[in-house]
């Protein structure tokens, strides 16, 4: 038993650090896509050359998370295969129709035109290249796409019935639609793309209040924020809709999952609680609370009854303290993010004195982290409380392991994982600065 639990445990850790490190660069390619989108958008309409240089140098950023987007990427695929076998075997027809529809609809798109953009700018024609751009940011959408709906039909199956039993029991697709559009796909489809053009405004909005701040490239910086600042407006806006309608399916689905977020353990009214801490063992929270909110959010009436952890069994519960503090963690953040996009544009709106305040403009240097912190910890949240089940109400955690793998062999391949991801980080970290560092001058400059 202890060696099972270790395994679990390390395999669980691995897959954590994997996915969380994978997840830093597809947000910041989905947003920056969108932005290439506006950026070179704008100089076929006005031939602006502003425009041109924008795009160009936001291009060898985009490039650069692609690239450490797919490396990072592919270890998780092997995952699936050498730590987590019975769960692969369980859910391998879900996921390989979902992983199918990606290599066809989002990944062979942007394969397909990634080369034109990034070195086609006086190989083809303007329209040509737009085309491309258009295409390539379509593409990140789409493997955003069938990623979600993979990991949302673990949270709530639809559309399939199980063939056989024990460890041979595997989910088979019965209605493929009602499998893609299970009952949380849209929601956190939104809720995710949404997150990810904050990533990628967020990033364009820090180099530029950067350059401002130096008083380097100054016309470019404006420029930039000029397109920054309204997606990470809208965005953030977003978030607020979709996080609302995603709670409220929570509620509905995975009653103990939106309990534990909000530590709420008797049935009955929830409030909202804005900071504190959980303890477990006497089922407590200590902290400041809105009384009733929970449930006006989320049923219309702050008198409504919300399933507490009370309902379920110990054994069905998901670590509580851990989940609370990752979601709280991810509000607070997304509250962050409002306030610095509402005001950034309230004070480039107010005859542009964003440009020339200090304080605003390094405020907007160090808020890129943010949307990554708000990312990472909104995806933990969600992860983590679904436990102890992997696929809801169908297949536990502790049930989905290979059963040839040990403790010694996750252990070190997580080591060695952890030694190579730092090691790119560190990379990724050089090349952006050494981009950055160069600026837009440098746009004659080979990829």
């Not at 597809?26 to 602006?48: C, D, F, H």
């Not at 979601?327 to 509250?335: F, K, R």
């Amino acid at each position: 038993m202890f060696e099972v639990m270790d395994v679990e445990i390390l395999a669980r850790v691995q897959f954590a650090f994997t996915a969380a490190f994978h997840y830093i660069y597809p947000p910041l390619s989905i947003g920056l896509g969108l932005i290439l989108v506006i950026m070179e958008g704008l100089w076929l309409r006005t031939r602006n050359s502003l425009w041109h240089e924008l795009a160009r140098f936001w291009t060898r950023v985009f490039a650069l998370t692609f690239a450490l987007g797919v490396a990072s990427g592919v270890v998780m695929e092997f995952e699936f295969g050498t730590n987590w076998a019975t769960y692969s075997r369980y859910v391998g027809d879900i996921f390989g129709s979902a992983l199918a529809a990606e290599g066809i609809f989002a990944f062979f798109l942007e394969s397909s035109f990634l080369a034109v953009l990034l070195f086609g700018w006086n190989k083809v024609g303007p329209r040509m290249h737009f085309f491309s751009t258009l295409m390539v940011a379509l593409g990140a959408h789409f493997s955003a796409v069938w990623i979600i709906v993979a990991n949302s039909w673990q949270q709530t199956p639809a559309g399939f019935h199980i063939v056989g039993e024990g460890l041979a029991a595997r989910a088979e697709v019965t209605d493929f639609w009602a499998m893609v559009f299970n009952p949380s796909t849209v929601d956190r489809l939104c809720h995710t793309v949404s997150g990810a053009w904050l990533a990628g405004a967020f990033l364009v909005m820090s180099v530029s209040a950067w350059y401002l701040l130096r008083a380097r490239h100054v016309a470019f910086a404006k420029a930039a924020l000029k397109v920054a600042l309204p997606v990470a407006l809208v965005a953030a806006l977003l978030q607020l809709v979709t996080g609302h309608h995603s709670a409220v399916g929570v509620a509905r689905y995975q009653p103990a999952k939106l309990a534990a977020l909000e530590g709420h353990y008797p049935d009955g009214p929830a409030g909202m609680w804005l900071c504190g801490w959980v303890n477990d063992a006497e089922e407590t929270v200590s902290g400041v609370q809105i009384p009733g909110l929970l449930s006006w959010l989320v049923r219309y009436d702050a008198n409504a009854e919300i399933t507490g952890l009370d309902a379920f069994a110990k054994e069905d519960r998901p670590p509580v303290n851990l989940t609370f503090q990752c979601y709280h963690l991810m509000v607070v953040c997304g509250a962050l993010i409002v306030i610095v996009s509402v005001g950034g544009v309230l004070l480039w709106w107010w005859r542009g004195r964003l440009f020339d305040h200090r304080g605003a403009l390094w405020v907007l240097v160090f808020a890129v982290a943010l949307p990554q912190i708000a990312n990472q910890t909104g995806w933990f949240a969600a992860e983590i409380g679904r436990q102890p089940w992997i696929v809801y109400n169908l297949l536990r955690t502790s049930d989905a392991l290979s059963r040839v793998v040990t403790a010694q062999q996750v252990l070190a391949s997580l080591l060695l994982f952890a030694l190579i991801y730092s090691l790119l980080f560190v990379l990724f970290i050089y090349l952006l600065n050494r981009r950055i560092q160069l600026g837009p001058a440098a746009r004659e400059e080979r990829l």
